[in-house]
């Protein structure tokens, strides 16, 4: 069924953002798609010798994902290499940069919290590699751990959640992350995370559920964005489903 809180990259426009080059950015959760707050998400193709220049951004968190492709990201002057399924986390003010080594193009998905919006006083741009500030707060990036130990969330049944991006892992302050795996007939019983926009970002299977009242379904490449307060529930259809939980709330939440 059609529903306001699920949307889909191909119902978006593509843009290209500051300060990157070869980069299509689609923002499926954001503002002006889904009256979103707290959280903006996007999903970004990047071709080859391409990505983002140095860059920081001073009062926001962001979270990336790679859905397919491999790259060399760089954060506080620490250079690592990204793969299909691989996190990356950025703290507020670190310097940071992405560029493609793979042949095919890159997609990731990038989670904003509080929202970007391509807003210029939200960046700012290194002048050039060897900007000295690209290479300080070293201290406060943390390896994304990609191995934690599966847990069970409250309200959730028949699923387990792999925390990536929380205040634990990462010391995050916007963000609470994790990989959902559902049995089917598993999901979650109708409940609200007070102070909190939640997206569920379906990576395989299909769901049907509620939003404050309004059933909707969804399925494998579908995001479902829950809002501040909204009362949520969902179950897992035949086969069971993969999915990203993402929850955005202010640094006290």
């Known amino acids: 069924m059609t529903s306001p809180f699920v949307r889909r ?11 990157h080059t070869g980069t299509a950015n689609q923002r499926v959760i954001g503002r002006e798609t889904v009256g979103a707050r707290r959280v903006e998400v996007l999903l970004g193709t ?33 250079s690592h290499m ?39 006083d939200a960046a ?16 406060t990036v943390r390896e994304v751990p990609m191995h934690a130990a599966a847990r069970s969330l409250p309200h ?7 925390p990536v991006i929380t205040r634990e892992t990462v010391n995050a302050r916007h963000l609470d992350i994790c990989q959902l795996a559902v049995q089917a007939s598993g999901g979650a019983e109708a409940h609200t995370v007070p102070g909190t926009e939640q997206v569920l970002f379906l990576q395989s299977g299909s769901i049907s559920g509620e939003i404050n009242g309004q059933g909707f379904t969804a399925d494998s490449g579908d995001w479902v964005f829950v809002p501040e307060d909204g009362r949520f529930s969902f179950a897992a259809l035949a086969g069971g489903c993969e999915a990203i939980l993402v929850r955005a709330h202010d640094a006290s939440g």
């Open 9 to 19: 990259a191909a119902d978006v426009p593509a843009y290209s953002p500051a300060n």
């Open 46 to 78: 990047i071709s080859r010798g391409h990505g983002a220049l140095p860059h920081a951004h001073p009062n926001l968190e962001q979270a990336s994902y790679l859905v397919q492709g491999e790259g060399i990201g760089e954060s506080a002057g620490r």
């Open 82 to 120: 990204l793969r299909a399924g691989d996190w990356s986390f950025n703290p507020m003010g670190v310097f940071h940069r992405f560029e493609v080594v793979s042949e095919a193009p890159v997609q990731v998905m990038v989670v904003y919290a509080p929202p970007y919006s391509e807003n210029p």
């Open 124 to 139: 700012t741009v290194a002048d050039g590699a060897d900007d000295p500030r690209c290479r300080v707060h070293a201290d």
């Open 156 to 162: 959730y049944h028949g699923a387990l959640a792999r």
